[in-house]
């Protein structure tokens, strides 16, 4: 089974907003988030008729924002925009149909506890962020862990497949990378990932000889965590960039959002030795004086 959401090859959007993406989005962003195929979205770009000429702006402003809107040379211009589509028209019409035929298999899940398993490539702490008026904190639920080549009963999936386990079942299993396990647990949809909750009988049938995800780690690199703008690719690779769902308390959140962490506390991607003292360290770890970190 294929996660067609997921495709990347489908669709590409020039919004400015997917320009770190190289304009590149998922089928999911456009089909399910977003809702712009094909009507396309509308933003509206804040001008400055006396900004926009070389002049001066009577508060002192150099760029136009939210206080600017009760000015008199306040002005807007209404953009749409259309995302375009790559596949030629049998090759789009194949598309549709594995996303029906997605969302059957999905829809047949619900509700139901099944078997999962794979092989552990990541896995990394679970963090939330919760934003309560103005006061933001970061909340550790857990471990959150990628299965390749995993399966959903007895289906195998080709896309990765990740499992939420919080920290007692972590302490118990002391799951790590290059683990293969098998456990009962209920599958859906999480902004277009598949994701395995409520887990059971989480069993390790093979161990991969890496050192467990510890939770004293964890919290460590929450304290640590900085958010990094654009969410460059590098950073998206790195596996120390985490993703985290962004909640809002109180009142109804606009939009869902995600906002890339950088567990090393590095929030300029141009400034990060980490990837250079990840090879250096793999090149000669006995020099070095260290074993090379896990990836």
């Known amino acids: 089974m294929r996660n067609s959401y997921k495709r990347e090859d489908v669709f590409v959007c020039r919004h400015e907003s997917h320009r770190g993406f190289d304009h590149r989005v998922s089928a999911y962003h456009v089909l399910i988030e977003k809702r712009c195929m094909p009507h396309g979205c509308i933003d509206f770009v804040w ?3 006396r900004l926009d000429r070389g002049g001066a702006c009577p508060k002192g402003y150099r760029h136009v924002g939210n206080n600017c809107a009760q000015c008199r040379f306040y ?3 209404k953009v749409q925009r259309r995302p375009a589509c790559l596949l030629g028209e049998a090759a789009y019409r194949d598309f549709v149909q594995d996303c029906r035929d997605f969302d059957a298999w ?3 899940l619900r509700g139901r506890r099944v078997e999962v398993g794979g092989r552990i490539t990541d896995l990394r702490p679970h963090l939330i962020r919760e934003i309560d008026g103005r006061r933001s904190r970061l909340v550790l639920r857990g471990f959150l862990v990628r299965l390749e080549r995993g399966y959903v009963g007895l289906e195998g999936v080709e896309d990765p497949l990740y499992v939420r386990i919080g920290r007692r079942a972590q302490q118990r299993a002391r799951l ?3 683990d293969r396990i098998d456990c009962l647990a209920e599958v859906g949809l999480d902004r277009g990932r598949l994701v395995a909750t409520g887990v059971r ?3 390790v049938e093979e161990r991969g000889g890496e050192a467990p995800a510890a939770w004293e780690a964890a919290l460590l690199s929450r304290l640590d965590a900085v958010a990094v703008p654009d ?3 590098r950073c998206l690779r790195c596996s120390r960039g985490v993703l985290v769902d962004v909640r809002e308390l109180g009142r109804e959140q606009r939009r869902p959002r995600r906002e ?4 090393e506390g590095i929030g300029r ?3 990060c030795p980490y990837e250079a003292l990840v090879g250096l360290n793999a090149s000669c770890p006995a020099a070095c004086g260290s074993p090379a970190p896990a990836r």
Do not use: H, N, Y
Request: net charge negative; glycine share 4%; aromatic share 0%.
């Open 47 to 49: 001008k400055c008729k």
């Open 201 to 203: 009988r989480l069993e």
């Open 231 to 233: 969410q460059p690719e």
């Open 75 to 77: 002005d807007e211009e």
């Open 260 to 263: 890339l962490l950088c567990l």
């Open 269 to 271: 991607p141009e400034d």
């Open 176 to 178: 790590a990378r290059g």
């Open 106 to 108: 999905t829809e047949r």
